[in-house]
């Protein structure tokens, strides 16, 4: 059997590199996996539970020998990491990374690989789990998901074709789209989410009779809160760097929200009925658009 690819170098020993790198060894398009974390304990754990087959200690040995790199870091570790791996990056290695923003990590692959930035294709893979670390990777994290590449002209075809079959071979469904217009429905469907439950937990944290009140909280609050529970580092890197399509979200949603603040002042309870049905409408239609395989009866953490 052919694999595409003879050694993956995993930049980011975590849930989402190591869930990759699970899945990329199960569907046999690796060979070997070389590890790197900026935290040598990640690298190591991922080592000791098989995520990986080998750990280096220095950034640059990840990209020796691997025809395959993935970034799965900090979006704002971007430019400083793949400017340190250039010079060793093999020829015609396919670089992508699995994160949450496109347009500044684009720009920072253009910037930092220069003449070899097509070697890199942006991707997204929306999938993911509030609990953070290796130790909660799992090779069917990705299965099914829905993964956006961010080509652009500098963009190499046959670069962004085995990044589109290396997802494809996951089982995934894969959709094109710009960096700008990628940011802009993520801060949408995503980023904006997130933000909303951080806020709401901090809202929780401020008011009285907490502990009483969450004694009594059910699946309502189990549900809407579940996302505030993610990796607060990660998230902040996501709000900065999406921070224009983030706001311009954040300014829709305190429109639709001061709606209702108002309905309920006034007691207007046909129009609250109206903005609620309407809402109502808009997410189950949206659920029976979507094709799901029968394991995905409930929806997905996204990231």
Sequence with gaps: MHTPFKQMGLIGCGLMGGSLALALKASGQVEAITGFSATPASSAKALQLGVIDKEVRQ????????????????????????????????????????????????????????????????????????????????????????????PTAHSSQPQVEKAQALWEALGCKVLHMTPDAHDRALAKVSHLPHLLAFAYMNGLLNGPELQQALGVAGTGFKDFSRIAASEPHMWRDIFLANRQALLSSLDDFESALHQLKADLQMGQTQEMLDRLHGASQARAQWRMSRAEPPSLATDLPIT
């Design 59 to 150: 950034l640059e040995q990840v990209a020796i020998g691997s025809d395959l790199i993935v970034l799965a870091l900090p979006v704002s570790a971007t430019a400083q990491v793949l400017a340190k791996i250039k010079p060793h990056l093999l020829a015609g290695a396919l670089v992508i990374d699995v994160g949450s923003t496109k347009s500044d990590v684009v720009a920072a692959a253009f910037e930092s690989l220069a003449e070899q930035s097509w070697q890199f294709v942006g991707c997204h893979p929306m999938a993911g789990a509030e609990k953070a670390g290796v130790e909660h990777a799992s090779a069917q994290l990705y299965q099914y998901c829905q993964v956006i590449l961010t």
